[in-house]
């Protein structure tokens, strides 16, 4: 069964210093891999998503991650922080579809990001 | 514009009352989720249906129950038997070809 980890429950950053945000994942083929953002008492906003090709995947808002398929990890960066970034981030894995299944995902925990000024 | 809507925004409901949440979408998405989020847990798949008039349980179903009459629709419906029901609930869809899901606005639903 797949699986995501967000091994930090929150990362602070300040204003125009680099933001990564932690995830590793654990599936039993090649991973469709996500990266959702949610702001308070809103549904989930999609920003990437790692399907083939490429490692370094480019998103919405400058976002962008880069999948490792050695150490089964998948970590979202922005080169420069905004307060405006300040939300909650999740991970999220999903396996190859079949005729069965669409492929359900599997989210991880959350990361909470705060940018200070 | 396309979307998903979710309605009530809030909800507030008694002990021992059963509840139906709604969700609606005009995107021609063939499958739809329900999800269950609380604070640390991340989200949790309820329900799911790949098509109209089917649809299979989620990782958390017990004291939940869903239809899927149309293909724009469907409704949550949590009833007395889920023991701790107040939490914020999503709805999501997803295209058949395409990969990632869409999401609706919520409804967090209170057990007073």
């Known amino acids: 069964a797949q699986s995501v980890a967000q091994p930090e429950d929150q990362v602070n950053v300040a204003e125009g210093n680099p933001l990564t945000v932690k995830c590793t994942y654990s599936v039993s083929g090649n991973p469709y891999l996500f990266w959702y953002v949610q702001y308070p008492n809103r549904g989930l906003q999609f920003l990437l998503k790692?399907?083939?090709?490429?490692?370094l995947v480019k998103g919405s808002y400058g976002f962008e991650a880069e999948f490792n398929k050695s150490q089964t990890s998948f970590h979202l960066k922005k080169p420069s922080a905004l307060v405006s970034d300040s939300a909650l981030y999740f991970c999220?894995?999903?396996?190859?579809?079949?005729?069965?299944?669409?492929?359900?995902?599997?989210f991880g925990a959350g990361t909470q990001v705060v940018v200070t000024p | 514009d396309g979307g998903i809507t979710q309605s009530p925004k809030y909800l507030f409901r008694k002990e021992g009352q059963n509840v139906t949440l709604s969700c609606e979408q005009n995107?021609?998405?063939?499958?739809m989720y329900w999800y269950r989020q609380d604070p640390g847990q991340g989200l949790r798949l309820i329900y799911y249906s790949q098509i109209v008039n089917d649809f299979q349980k989620g990782d958390i179903a017990e004291g939940y129950s869903v239809s899927r009459e149309k293909k724009e629709s469907f409704p949550l419906t949590v009833t007395s038997a889920q023991k701790n029901p107040t939490a914020f609930y999503l709805c999501a869809s997803i295209e058949a070809t395409d990969n990632e899901q869409f999401f609706g606005p919520g409804t967090r639903l209170t057990v007073l």
């Open positions: 999220a894995v999903r396996d190859i579809p079949t005729t069965d299944s669409w492929g359900k995902l599997q």
């Open positions: 995107l021609n998405h063939d499958a």
């Open positions: 790692y399907i083939t090709g490429d490692n």
